[in-house]
């Protein structure tokens, strides 16, 4: 008898989209069992105001699928020159779920990104009052710093004191890929929550560089080690409400991650997204917790309520292809050419 899984519908809490005619793919793919997400706003002209938030809205869902209700959550890019005013417009606009904080230079389309984060305290004073999440990419840009330790030092730089400073902010601490992330998560005040990827969860730095650069797992964050890739399962299938889903599925297309002059950053799962995440529940003996942190914990931090219908999972085999349709190109997405051993209940 196959073995299923029924659960609340889940939301994914941080996807890239990209723009243009890529639109297709990547709506179809993230719209396939997730009712809602987080879309993130570094366009390759960043997402800075309402007005540019809305058309961006209507552009995704002019490409959902027939009889689709997938609905994008809308965010905008924090700058130096974001104001007051384009929070309280963005409050006002009931269109905005969150602002974006990008330290400059730190990932894709981050070049204009916020160089000095204490300057815009302000900004999170207003976000507060106006009760509009603050999501960070929490790694710092300093050249200086390992690429491996550019998370944790974000931690000890500024997140501790941000957290802290801010009492009444809402903040997700997103993509988190280290021990000392999680640890900082255990001990965080109740208005901090982390979102967790599918690609940090399966893989470690081992699967990417262990004989030979294999460019569909880069990303950024970068992937760690192997003991942090365990304090991150642990977390994920722990059942604690601080950690949801959040796919940071990015994609790029095969000629711009294989570049002679580099690697694009970012990791293509919205294909495969909940069939990966059920792996890792199953695999680590937590089915019973993935309905939580997939479906129940992410609207309630956002106070927004549970989908109302319903996914099944089961546990069957499929092939995952070589290449996925991006736009007029093509990408490489992960587990590529290789089973997936969980699917949803109508996949072929």
Known sequence: MTQSIEITRPDDWHVHLRDGPVL?????????????????????TPVTSVEMASQYRQRIVAQRPPDSSFEPLMTLYLTDRTTRDTVKQASASNLIQAFKLYPAGATTNADAGVRNVESIYPLFEEMATQELPLLIHGEVSDPSVDIF???????????DHLANSFPELKIVFEHIS????VEFMESSPTNVAATITIH???YNRNHMLAGGMKSPYYCMPILK??????????AATSGSSKYFLGTDSAPHAQSAKEHSGGCAAGAYTAHAAMELYTEV???AGALDKLEGFASHFGPSFYGLPRNRDTITLEKKSWLVSDRLSFGDQQLVPIRSGQEIHWSMSDQP
């Open 200 to 202: 940090h969860l399966l």
């Open 281 to 283: 529940f199953d695999a």
């Open 178 to 181: 280290t021990t000392q992330a």
């Open 24 to 44: 297709r793919d990547t709506v179809r793919d993230i719209s396939r069992c997730f009712g809602r997400a987080i879309v993130m706003p570094n366009l390759a």
């Open 149 to 159: 330790d550019r998370e944790a030092a974000f931690i000890d730089r500024h997140l």
């Open 225 to 234: 080690g192997s003991a942090d890739q365990q304090a991150l399962i642990k």
